[in-house]
């Protein structure tokens, strides 16, 4: 939902077109850049419906301009994925399908899931990726809460300290001392601070495997 994650999804999109279609090849995409203080840190239902309504409009204004595919950039946005998808008819990309899907292919049976409080703690994320499959690991609370402060108080307004860094690597360490096989990036903006191609475990960044599935249906559309 942040402008940050905006630009990621449209690069990794754009790219991967790019590169599988030929250099003069771009994307054809409707992006709607939706205003984030809307839906900033939300806690009761009151404040999910208001979601749910933001998000549907948006849905609808793109399946008026003419999408074919629907993808919501923010992971914890699919809390509201089902209600969503009863009001408007265009298909919705679900970004832990896609996830759950890539992992079950590589084999993975236990991971951990790290992202912002409602990914980690409720059931509407974690059940997908348990669909396919994958054993996750009970969420750690100091884990929550600190996640919690990096994504919303730094990364959400395009800061990348190196404490949030640090801070990221040492609880992949705990994380694969507690059995972990993986780790599953389930913020759109938590790559800014975790280079997923060196660290003790593996990472699956949902954003990349979402842009990427996203990226396929349009060549394969």
Not at 6 to 25: C, H, K, S, W
């Amino acid at each position: 939902m942040s402008w940050v994650s905006t630009r990621t999804y449209y690069d990794r999109i754009n790219r991967l077109v790019q590169r599988e279609v030929g250099p003069p090849a771009s994307a054809p995409m409707l992006i709607e850049s939706l205003d984030f203080s809307r839906i900033y840190r939300l806690q009761g239902e009151e404040d999910w419906q208001r979601a749910a309504d933001v998000i549907a409009d948006s849905a609808q204004r793109l399946t008026d301009a003419g999408a074919e595919m629907i993808a919501i950039g923010a992971n914890s946005m699919h809390k509201v994925y089902r209600e969503v998808e009863t009001r408007v008819t265009t298909p919705i990309l679900h970004i832990a399908e896609c996830v759950g899907a890539k992992m079950k292919q590589d084999g993975i049976e236990r991971a951990a899931l790290i992202g912002t409080r409602n990914v980690m703690t409720e059931s509407f994320y974690r059940r997908r990726l348990v669909s396919h499959g994958v054993d996750l690991l009970p969420p750690d609370m100091n884990n929550v809460e600190e996640l919690d402060r990096i994504i919303y108080d730094e990364l959400m307004v395009g800061k990348a300290s190196k404490d949030a860094q640090r801070s990221l690597r040492s609880m992949f360490t705990n994380l694969q001392k507690d059995g972990a096989q993986a780790v599953i990036l389930a913020c759109t903006e938590l790559e800014l601070v975790v280079d997923v191609d060196a660290n003790v475990l593996p990472i699956y960044d949902c954003t990349a495997i979402h842009a990427d599935a996203a990226a396929r249906w349009i060549i394969g559309g």
